[in-house]
């Protein structure tokens, strides 16, 4: 099983970015997906979650209105969109697989560097 994030980086507050997370090695189309974070000093957190066809979605009161999970079965791929990012949204990154909706994850991603400074 894989799970491999990319798209993080070094932003300015308000800009945004876009995390992939490309998984292989598993039905992908029958697992919920996950993204979480950790910023330095803190305990992962959960960010956004969606469901295994795609339709359900779920997202952390911190991350509503500005951050976007969507999937592509066909390319066992689970994104993140991010948008208007502050220095707070600083964190690794990491996308993790769920055999369903309640449960955390059993697959985890070695995780994606995100920096929002000026």
């Known amino acids: 099983v894989q799970l491999v994030e990319s798209g993080g980086g070094l932003v300015q507050p308000g800009g945004s970015l876009r995390l992939s997370c490309a998984a292989s090695?598993?039905?992908?189309?029958?697992?919920?997906m996950n993204w979480y974070r950790q910023a330095p000093g803190k305990a992962r957190e959960l960010v956004a979650k969606i469901n295994s066809g795609g339709i359900l979605r779920d997202y952390r009161d911190f991350v509503k209105g500005r951050f976007t999970i969507s999937r592509d079965n066909a390319k066992n791929t689970v994104y993140l969109q991010m948008n208007s990012l502050t220095p707070e949204d600083t964190a690794v990154y990491y996308c993790g697989a769920s055999r369903n909706w309640w449960v955390e994850p059993d697959y985890w991603g070695q995780g994606s560097q995100v920096t929002v400074s000026s």
């Open positions: 090695g598993f039905t992908f189309s029958t697992y919920a």
